[in-house]
């Protein structure tokens, strides 16, 4: 075996399940007599119900029963419970309106669910919901945030007035206000964050099968956090205790956030396979997936820049109406808030920041977090107008972030917005990304650009994000109403192969491999004899899952502190079989020994004496070498970097072509770098999407126009580059391993890269910002509208 | 209800489908190989892509009463039957092209059409172009081309002309 530790690429054990078509996602169990569930959606965006027959589906062929909000109200069914309570501004809680698992009284988005159809086959049940009769009655509707808070809008909820579901604030305003009072300049700028449509290209799927005999519940699912989903499930909605439901999260075929929430088709199958007494599947088509998968993103901001004469940040106000949608997702009311005005400051050392945040209902699908979460929505705030300010001043846009960063040796840093950056080094990522960009050179690529007519842009963005979420008594003060611990045990068998149970979950990130990685590291046992186990409530004690780049600091933490568990009761075993004192005995790569001796014994002499304890200190110590550790994590890690945009435009038709990306990150200490350099591809693909393809669009009554795969631009392999990766390390203090959390900063550093290129590309025509997506029309329609600004010059 | 009769990874199979089962259904639903991926309703993803009868096909765009006495090959039948795998499923390991791995059955499947389809030689811009129909959400198709790159001259048994 060659070098497996901390730092080797490692192939992927998990692909060779799935290179021959043998993953086990949702869709491709099936349970013993398994029947089929269709769920009826509304297609109007806000209507009343007035009455609902089910008799033509219930008389249709193999249907087994069809459900209406009514039956779950009969038995007191929950709603969707969300997992974080935001307060606004004068101290009183955000509205909360109920989210039913199938609509009562009313409907509030296209695909709200309203019946579900349960037959013995998948067309069955789609042919027996086409005959379900629906009465509705239109109600007026809004879809966006600014339509939703007009006086006289229509209420999406009776109990949430004027459509708000907080108004919320965070900073030093009186500070903020003085600063922009006495300053040289201030910089505006009017920026919206599009809305996206997550689209993992797994569908969601869920399978509920109850156990007559034994009363137990088991849920499949295709979730990112399958213990959040039992609890939320079982305590909230279903009032199932954990002793009775079982739920699993197979392999996923990713989730980029839209896994992590509690669904409504989940309680459904759960609940009513106990009433059918059989196994029910539900897979989403992918339509059902744009109406009924949370969407991200969607804000409306307001932000100004406040500067001295030379150039230096004074102070940052920020207004933003953000749209939570027809309901509260899962974490919804955290994204704008704890994910986003945090990170207000970004890189840079801004002394006053003041962020006010609107939330607000709207009859669309509810809005939660996706890749990135708040993060990517400041850091274009941040970076598009910490480029606006360089327009404005005409000082060069790397002159005035240099001048602003945060210096290297200024941490721990803390900033006006709550957070205490605990390392990084902003010089570092520019420079080093500088170089692979070729920055110097870029001035002769325009021009050659420009002699065959094409505008050539080069945009920056040097970002920071808060992730590895979270400390649990600094997210209950603000809101959460969970821990964000995470949880590991490691079980060394009798013969010293090793099973590690994670309560963090792959669907995509690889983790069968990196977190088999830290077990090579710390103990010293080859790839071939370490399996992970991940996603099932019945095999690992507890979790809270994988999102915000916690897997590795978090979860991987665990580990570790379960291993240092291990490795201490093995020195005592080794102790007793050497007949040395504990204190004297060390263990590396795989071998405890006693210090200053030839005297040793391998982690499997220790394990198998764990298990055969015939000449053991049974006394003292316990058999059996298998040890649990939950680790809450003591801060935030602060990954960030440097990503480089050059874009070319052909001024004829408006196209872009990103032709050159680079992206240099700090994330910490690198485990396996192959994995970390496909997450930030992934992540930088998924940024270059939202800014030139990727828009959720609504009509302003509220249906859906980008409903499909035909209508939603998706970024396929034609539309993107090559994207260079690179890391700049600086270690997290705070974890014993130095890591920071690599799955996110692709999406949240790259889309102001490319929009601050087309600005650069467009500076002759007039342009100062874009709003995202940045399609072919938009940018063929400015330069047209710029044209008179060019013949002036 | 009709019958069909048609070879799966060299195995014949005969099952009594809907006229409307595609072809899909029939793989996962009839006959259990779920390897191959349903991503979309509208034939844009690729996830469901198989060989019939040696070209790559969108097997959600298919009836699988057209599949009749057709010759399908899945990702389930590429690997030999000692377990080695194909050029392209070991370049697919080698150089990460796959993350969550639910795309990867279809662009497997397509990427080895492509090579096939190219015996002069194959172009990065070609290769992209030419996954065109296929959508992965995870890898930004970077390791994807890269992988291609790599088998094509495992697959032609020569250099890459260029
Ligand atoms: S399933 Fe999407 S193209 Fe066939
Ligand atoms: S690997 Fe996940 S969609 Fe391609």
């Known amino acids: 075996m060659g070098f497996e530790g901390i730092g080797a690429s490692v192939r992927r054990k998990e692909d060779q399940r799935f290179l021959n078509g043998k993953g086990n996602y949702t869709d491709d169990i099936n349970r013993p007599g398994q029947t089929y569930a269709s769920i009826k959606r509304s297609d109007r965006p806000h209507a009343k119900i007035l009455s609902i027959d089910i008799s033509a589906a219930k008389a249709a062929p193999g249907v087994l029963a069809v459900f209406t909000g009514a039956d779950l109200d009969a038995e007191e069914i929950g709603g969707l419970p969300c997992g974080w309570q935001i307060h606004n501004k004068d101290g009183s809680p955000m509205a909360e309106p109920k989210h039913p698992v199938l609509a009562v009284g009313k409907v509030r988005h296209v695909g709200d669910p309203i019946a579900v159809v349960i037959a013995e086959t998948r ?128 392999d996923v075929g990713g989730g980029f956030g839209s896994k992590i929430y509690h669904y409504a088709e989940e309680a459904i199958v759960t609940w ?192 920071l994000e808060a992730c590895g979420i979270a400390p649990s008594a600094v997210v209950g003060s603000l809101g959460a109403r969970a821990g964000l611990y995470e949880v590991a045990n490691i079980r060394v068998h009798p013969t010293g192969s090793v099973t590690v149970f994670t309560g963090t979950h792959s669907h995509g990130q690889g983790h069968e491999t990196t977190l088999a990685q830290l077990v090579c590291e710390q103990l010293g046992v080859p790839m071939s004899q370490v399996e ?52 004297d005995i060390e263990f590396k790569d795989n071998v405890f020994s006693v210090a200053g001796t030839d005297k040793t014994k391998t982690l499997t002499d220790i394990s198998l004496a764990a298990y055969v304890p015939h000449n053991y200190p049974i006394e003292e110590l316990e058999p059996g070498l298998d040890e649990t550790a939950f680790y809450d994590p003591k801060n935030f890690t602060f990954p960030g970097g440097c990503h ?41 693909a998924q940024g270059i999407g939202q800014a030139l393809l990727e828009a959720a669009i609504y009509d302003k009554e509220g249906q859906l126009l980008s409903g499909s795969m035909m209508d939603y631009t998706m970024p396929r392999a034609d539309n993107l580059p090559n994207i260079s990766v690179g890391t700049e390390t600086t270690l997290c203090t705070h974890n014993p391993l130095g890591v920071k959390g690599c799955g996110e900063v692709g999406a949240i550093g790259s889309p102001p890269a490319v929009i601050n290129a087309l600005v650069d590309a467009l500076k002759e025509y007039g342009v100062r910002h874009i709003n995202m997506p940045a399609t072919p029309q938009k940018i063929w329609s400015l330069i047209q509208a710029g044209k008179p600004a060019l013949a002036a010059e | 209800m009709p019958q069909v009769t048609l070879t799966v990874n060299g195995k014949q199979h005969t099952a009594t489908v809907e006229g409307r089962t595609l072809l899909v259904e029939l793989l996962r639903e009839t006959l259990g190989m779920t390897g191959t991926h349903v991503g979309c309703d509208t034939s844009q993803c690729g996830a469901c892509v198989v060989h019939v009868d040696g070209k790559s096909v969108k097997s959600c765009t298919m009836l699988a009463l057209q599949a009749e006495g057709a010759s399908v090959v899945t990702i389930e039948g590429l690997a030999a039957a000692d377990g080695t795998l194909h050029p392209m499923q070991e370049m697919f390991r080698e150089h990460h092209a796959l993350q969550c791995g639910f795309c990867t059955p279809g662009m497997v499947m397509s990427a080895i059409d492509l090579v096939n389809t190219h015996p002069q030689g194959i172009t990065e811009q070609e290769i992209r172009e030419g996954l065109e129909g296929n959508l992965c959400r995870c890898t930004g198709y970077h390791n994807i081309v890269k992988a291609i790159v790599a088998a094509w001259p495992l697959m032609h048994g020569k250099v890459a002309a260029e």
């Open chain 1, 272 to 463: 009513a396979s106990a009433k059918v007494r059989r196994p029910i599947k539900w897979t989403a088509e992918r339509t059902e997936s744009f109406m009924s998968d949370a969407h991200g993103r969607d804000h409306d901001s307001t932000a100004e820049m406040a500067i001295d004469a030379e150039g230096h940040f004074l102070a940052l106000r920020v207004n933003t109406l953000c749209n939570m949608g027809a309901y509260l997702s899962t974490f919804a009311p955290a994204v704008p808030t704890y994910l986003y005005a945090t990170l207000l400051a970004g890189v840079y050392k801004t002394p006053a920041i003041y962020v006010e945040v609107k939330a607000v209902f709207t009859n669309t699908v509810p809005v939660d977090a996706y890749r990135g979460a708040g993060r990517p929505e400041a850091t274009f705030l941040v970076e598009r107008l910490v480029d606006a300010v360089a327009k404005d001043t005409g000082i060069d846009k790397i002159e005035l972030r240099r001048k602003n960063f945060i210096p290297s040796d200024a941490f721990p840093y803390q900033t006006p917005v709550a957070l205490q950056y605990d390392s990084g080094d902003y010089t570092a990522t520019l420079n080093s990304a500088l170089k692979a960009a070729d920055y110097a050179g870029f001035e002769a690529r325009r021009q050659t650009a420009a002699a065959k007519g094409k505008l050539r842009g080069i945009g920056i963005s040097t970002y």
């Open chain 1, 644 to 684: 480089i945009a050059e874009v070319e435009i052909d001024p004829e038709t408006g196209v872009t072509t990103v032709i050159n990306f680079s992206a240099v990150d700090d994330v910490g200490r690198v485990v396996n770098p192959m994995i970390v350099e496909g997450q930030i591809q992934g992540g930088v």
């Open chain 1, 532 to 583: 992970v186990v991940h996603g099932d409530t019945a095999k690992i004690p507890f979790g809270m899952g994988t999102y915000g780049s916690r897997s590795l600091a978090v979860g991987g933490t665990a580990m570790v502190k379960a291993m240092d568990k291990i490795i201490a009761k093995g020195k005592k075993i080794a102790a007793h079989l050497m007949e040395a004192a504990v204190e």
């Open chain 1, 123 to 250: 067309q069955q049940a789609k042919d027996a919901a086409e005959l379900l009769v629906i009465d509705l009655e239109d109600l007026p509707a809004v879809a966006g945030v600014r339509d939703a808070i007009a006086p006289g809008a229509t209420a999406v909820h009776d109990d949430a007035p004027g459509n708000i579901c907080y108004d919320w604030h965070l900073g030093d305003k009186a500070m903020v206000d003085a600063a922009f009072a006495s300053a040289h300049k201030v910089v505006r700028l009017d920026l919206l964050n599009n809305r996206l449509i997550p689209n993992a290209m797994e569908p969601r799927a869920a399978i509920g099968d109850f156990d007559v005999n034994s009363g137990d519940y088991t849920l499949y699912t295709t979730s990112q956090n399958p213990h959040v989903i039992r609890l939320l499930m079982g305590a909230f909605v279903l009032h199932i205790p954990e002793n009775k439901l079982r739920v699993v999260a197979p």
